[in-house]
C-alpha cells in the first residue's frame, strides 16, 4: 500500500549535482498526491565503494545513520537512486540478520545519540509506483500518452543485486520499469544490456575503469540504439551521468549517439503533461530533441 | 578462511575484519569454486578490461596467494555491481572477497585510489559528497538548487561525531 507522505532521500548525486531529479521528483509526486518530506539529517547513503571498501563496519555505521535518522521521522523513505536504494537495503538486510553486527553499529550511533531499530521501510520511486494501489491512480492522470516514443529500460545493477536483499524485481528478468514505461504510452523496448552495469557507483576512479565505463555506456547505448531508441530510461540519477559523460567522451572519438537518458520520473512527468523545464531537462548534458519532438 | 600478511599489519584487526565479514555476509569458502566462470561472464568488468577476472581472483585467494593480490590495482578495479554474487551457483561472493581484500588493502597500507580520502572527507564535512554546485544549463548560464526553487541542502548536523570515528580508523591503516 503506498503511503501518503513520505521521506525523500534525495541521495547525494541528485541533492549536489543532479537536482532536475529532484526537481522532477516533487512536481510529480506532488500532482500524485503524495507528500515528500525534506529531511535535513539524511547524508550520502555510503555506498559500498567508498568508507566499506576500508571499513566495513564503519562504513555500514554511515550507512545505518540514515536508517535510524528515517525512522525518527516515523515515515517510510523513498529514494530516487538505484546505487541509494540498493545500499540502504543492505545495510537493512545485513543489521536485521546479524544481531552482533547490530550491536557494534548501534554502538558507534549511539555517540551521535541515533539507536537503529530496523522498522524503516526503504523504497524506490519504482516500488512505489508500481505498486497495485499506485497503477490506476497512474492510468487516470496521464493526459499526455506518450505514444510516439520508444524507450529503452535501464534497471542498472544495485537496485536488485543481490536479489535476496532488495527483493525489487527479478534480477535476470526483471518488468517493473518496463511495466510503468507502458503505463506511460511509450513503447518499452526489449535489448541486450537492460540488466548491464554502468559502472556508475564503483570503480569510476582511475583511468583503467574511466575506459571501461566509456567502453559500457557504447555497448548500452548502441544495443538500445540498434533496436531503435528514442531514449534510455533509468531509474538512477548517477546512471543517467555515466551514461551521458559516456557519449560525450564517444563524441570526441567521433561516435555520436545522440541518445538522451531520463529519469522514469522525467518520462511519467512528461505524460502528465509537465514541461520539459519543469522536469530540470535544461540541466541534462545531452540534446533531448529527440524525446521532446515526440510529445 | 583465516588471512595472514607477511607484513607487520594488525593481525588481530585482521581477523576481526575478516571474521565480521564472514559472518555478516556468509561464508566466503573459496575452497568450494568450481571454477565454473559463472562470475566472469556477469561480471561487467570482465567484458572490458583484460586481467580482471571474479574467477582467476578466486583462485588466487584459494591457493593462498593473499599478499599479491592485496597489491594487485585489479581489487579496485571492480565496480561492486554484485552480479557476481548473484549468479554464482556455489553461493561464493567475489564481490564480498573484494571487499574484504580492499579492507585488508587498507589495513596493511597498501596503495588505493587517493580519490577514496576526498569523497570520504567530503562526506565527512558535508554529509554529502561535495558542497551543492551551480550546474550548467542548455539555454546558456549556471543554474543552482534555488534557481530552480529547490530547498537548500544544508546537511546533517552530526557529521562531525562520525569524523572523529573514521579519522581514527584511517589513521589505524596509515600507522601500519
Ligand atoms: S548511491 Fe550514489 S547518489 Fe545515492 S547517495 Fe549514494 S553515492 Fe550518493
Ligand atoms: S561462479 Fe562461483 S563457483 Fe563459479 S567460478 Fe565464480 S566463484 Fe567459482
Ligand atoms: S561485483 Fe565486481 S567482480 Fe562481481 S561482477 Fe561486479 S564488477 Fe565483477
Redesign the pocket.
Known amino acids: 500500500m503506498t503511503s501518503l507522505e513520505y521521506a525523500l532521500f534525495p541521495g547525494c548525486v541528485a541533492s549536489v549535482r543532479e537536482f532536475g531529479y529532484e526537481l522532477a521528483i516533487r512536481n510529480v509526486f506532488k500532482a500524485l498526491d503524495i507528500k515528500l518530506r525534506k529531511v535535513e539529517d539524511f547524508s550520502c547513503c555510503q555506498p559500498a565503494c567508498l568508507v566499506h571498501s576500508i571499513d566495513y563496519v564503519k562504513g555500514l555505521a554511515l550507512t545505518s545513520r540514515n536508517l535510524a535518522v528515517a525512522e525518527e521521522t516515523g515515515l517510510p523513505m523513498l529514494t530516487l537512486c538505484s546505487s541509494c536504494y540498493g545500499n540502504l537495503s543492505r545495510a537493512k538486510h545485513l543489521l536485521d540478520h546479524n544481531s552482533d553486527l547490530k550491536d557494534e553499529v548501534n554502538d558507534l550511533l549511539a555517540k551521535a545519540g541515533r539507536t537503529y531499530r530496523g522498522d524503516v521501510k526503504i523504497e524506490h520511486v519504482v516500488t512505489v509506483l508500481h505498486d497495485e494501489s499506485m497503477l490506476p491512480i497512474l492510468e487516470k492522470k496521464i493526459s499526455n500518452p506518450l505514444s510516439k516514443l520508444k524507450a529503452a529500460p535501464f534497471y542498472g545493477c544495485h537496485i536488485f543485486m543481490p536479489a535476496k536483499y532488495s527483493k525489487f524485481d527479478d534480477p535476470e528478468f526483471p518488468h517493473k520499469l518496463d511495466d510503468l514505461i507502458e503505463i506511460t504510452g511509450a513503447e518499452s523496448l526489449d535489448y541486450n544490456e537492460k540488466t548491464s552495469?554502468c559502472i556508475g557507483c564503483g570503480s569510476f576512479f582511475g583511468e583503467v575503469s574511466e575506459e571501461a565505463s566509456v567502453l559500457l555506456s557504447e555497448m548500452i547505448i548502441g544495443s538500445a540504439k540498434e533496436k531503435g531508441a528514442d531514449c534510455i530510461v533509468t531509474t538512477c540519477p548517477f546512471c543517467i551521468m555515466q551514461l551521458e559523460i559516456g557519449q560525450i567522451k564517444l563524441r570526441e572519438q567521433g561516435k555520436d549517439f545522440g541518445v538522451p537518458v531520463i529519469h522514469y520520473v522525467d518520462l511519467l512527468g512528461l505524460s502528465m503533461g509537465f514541461k520539459p523545464d519543469e522536469l530540470g531537462f535544461d540541466l541534462r548534458r545531452i540534446n533531448m530533441e529527440p524525446v521532446v519532438s515526440r510529445l | 578462511m583465516v588471512i595472514r600478511l607477511s607484513s607487520d599489519v594488525d593481525q588481530r584487526q585482521v581477523e576481526f575484519i575478516s571474521l565480521m565479514l564472514q559472518k555478516s555476509v556468509g561464508g566466503m569458502h573459496a575452497e568450494v569454486c568450481d571454477q565454473c566462470g559463472k562470475?566472469s561472464s556477469?561480471?561487467?568488468?570482465?567484458k572490458e578490461i583484460e586481467g580482471f577476472n571474479?574467477r582467476q581472483l578466486i583462485a588466487r585467494v584459494a591457493l593462498g596467494k593473499i599478499d599479491e593480490l592485496l597489491a594487485d590495482e585489479a581489487i579496485w578495479t571492480?565496480?561492486?555491481?554484485?552480479?557476481?554474487r548473484e549468479r554464482c551457483p556455489e553461493e561464493i561472493s567475489?564481490?564480498d572477497v573484494?571487499l574484504v581484500l580492499r579492507n585488508l588493502a587498507y589495513r596493511a597500507g597498501l596503495n588505493y585510489p587517493g580519490v577514496y580520502d576526498d569523497f570520504i572527507n567530503g562526506i565527512l564535512e558535508r554529509g554529502f559528497i561535495s558542497e551543492p554546485q551551480e550546474v550548467r544549463a542548455r539555454g546558456g548560464g549556471r543554474l543552482s538548487r534555488e534557481a530552480l526553487g529547490l530547498p537548500g541542502v544544508n546537511g546533517p548536523k552530526d557529521m562531525a561525531v562520525f569524523r572523529g570515528i573514521v579519522e581514527k580508523i584511517i589513521e589505524a591503516g596509515k600507522g601500519n
Do not use: E, N, W
Not at chain 2, 556477469?42 to 570482465?46: I, K, W
Open positions: 552495469c | 562470475c556477469a561480471c561487467p568488468v570482465s571474479p571492480c565496480t561492486t555491481c554484485l552480479k557476481c567475489p564481490y573484494i
